[in-house]
């Protein structure tokens, strides 16, 4: 089965090796493709436009954009864990991207004027938490690790109004 396997894989690769393009006069074969040096450069089988080069198989234009690590951004931006970020109004924190001002809850940014973070969990300011889940306590209540409506209670784990609805089990 390995010998057929190997064959095949010969016979794919010497076939793709063997395709032949047919370019104009004016124009070069790079990588079975065609292009014209007037306007185009060929960088490790990769067609640029002329002045480009070339970053991870990307080709990015020097003036505008930088190449770090094998990603290109704009010469602007910095390299925040392989995602590029303008440093005036965003901040690396962690590895995460934010806005300044953000801070970073479980790998996600919040502002801390609008929200708060508890037990990794981001809520509104003067929200609570319940099992994982944000609560506004003059609202809400919970009760064994669900949120109910103030008034309401517990039945068999869902809510129940007294008065308007009755427990089952009870």
């Known amino acids: 089965m390995s010998t057929i396997l190997t064959l095949v894989v010969l016979l794919i ?11 104009a006069s004016d124009e070069r074969a790079c990588n079975a493709q065609c292009y014209k040096p007037s306007q185009q450069i060929c960088i490790n089988g990769v067609v640029c436009r002329q002045g480009q080069r070339l970053c991870n198989g990307r080709c990015y ?3 505008q954009e930088i190449c770090i690590n094998g990603i290109v951004c704009l010469r602007s931006q910095q ?3 392989c995602q590029c ?11 995460v991207v934010c806005r300044r ?26 929200q609570r ?11 809400q209540i919970c009760i064994s690790g669900v ?7 517990l039945c068999d784990g869902r809510c129940y109004t007294p008065g308007q609805q009755t427990c089952p089990s009870a």
């Open 13 to 23: 690769y010497s076939i793709s090796e063997s395709i032949a393009i047919t370019c």
């Open 101 to 126: 001002g953000q801070r970073l809850c479980n790998c996600k940014c919040y502002t801390p004027l609008q929200d708060t973070c508890i037990n990794g969990v981001v809520c509104r300011r003067g």
């Open 79 to 81: 390299l925040c864990n």
């Open 85 to 95: 970020y303008t440093p005036r109004p965003e901040i690396c924190i962690d590895g």
């Open 61 to 63: 234009t020097p003036p």
């Open 147 to 153: 949120v109910c409506a103030i008034g309401q209670r």
């Open 129 to 139: 938490l319940c099992n994982g889940q944000c609560y506004t306590p003059l609202q």
